[in-house]
């Protein structure tokens, strides 16, 4: 069974940085494509950021775009999202997702969120 | 960067209705990189239909995706109740991954 835990929100001071991490399990990491999904509270959601299954190739949205860092450990099946000079509107709920294939930009598979606080 | 509008923004229907969701690209997408999901209220989104028109492992056969180019339609042929959900698409051209605003289907 796919299986992707988040970890790492928490309140963060506006300007601040803040680390997540997702821990994939019952798939073959390094086969997937992986990406961070984020939906600001009562919104729509947005994609924030991919990468492909070795790791070589990364995108970003605008709004993250410098901010944001992603990246995989494969040994450790585990996806991280480093977020710095956070602003008020990256508050959100930010989901890991699995994409159909190693360089896919589907979200086939969701964890359950963790929520991003940035406060003054 | 493509940007996806889907309309309408709220659908009002009754069960064992037939529902047509619509999403429309400001340009071409390419090779026809579009999805939709579903999310029902504090839950994740599920993966419906992806590459326009294939459904997604498990999905019942009621959901259907068509179209192409910039046009693109979810059709869910008789609504069930645990259909009422809000849907987004979503296209990955350029490996960028925008969704469209959403449509929420409410009784």
């Known amino acids: 069974e796919v299986q992707l835990l988040e970890s790492g929100g928490a309140l963060v001071q506006l300007g601040g940085p803040l680390s997540l991490s997702c821990a994939a399990s019952g798939f073959t990491f390094s086969n997937y494509a992986m990406s961070w999904v984020r939906q600001a509270p009562g919104k729509g959601l947005e994609w924030v950021s991919g990468?492909?299954?070795?790791?070589?190739?990364?995108n970003y949205a605008d709004p993250v775009k410098g901010r944001f860092t992603i990246s995989r450990d494969n040994s450790k099946n585990t996806l991280y999202l480093q977020m710095s000079s956070l602003r008020a509107e990256d508050t959100a709920v930010y989901y890991c997702?699995?994409?159909?294939?190693?360089?896919?930009?589907?979200?086939?598979?969701w964890g359950q969120g963790t929520l991003v606080t940035v406060s003054s | 960067e493509i940007v996806l509008t889907q309309s309408p923004a709220t659908l009002s229907l009754s069960p064992g209705e037939r529902a047509t969701l619509s999403c429309r690209a400001s340009q071409s997408v390419s090779n026809n990189f579009l999805a939709w999901y579903q999310q029902k209220p504090g839950q994740a989104p599920r993966l419906l239909i992806y590459?326009?028109?294939y459904r997604a492992t498990g999905i019942p056969a009621r959901f259907s995706g068509s179209g192409s180019g910039t046009d693109f339609t979810l059709t869910i042929s008789s609504l069930e109740p645990e259909d009422f959900a809000v849907y987004y698409c979503q296209q990955r051209s350029d490996w960028l991954g925008t969704f469209g605003q959403g449509t929420k289907v409410e009784i």
């Open positions: 997702t699995r994409g159909r294939h190693i360089s896919s930009l589907y979200f086939e598979y």
């Open positions: 590459d326009a028109s």
């Open positions: 990468i492909v299954g070795s790791g070589g190739t990364t």
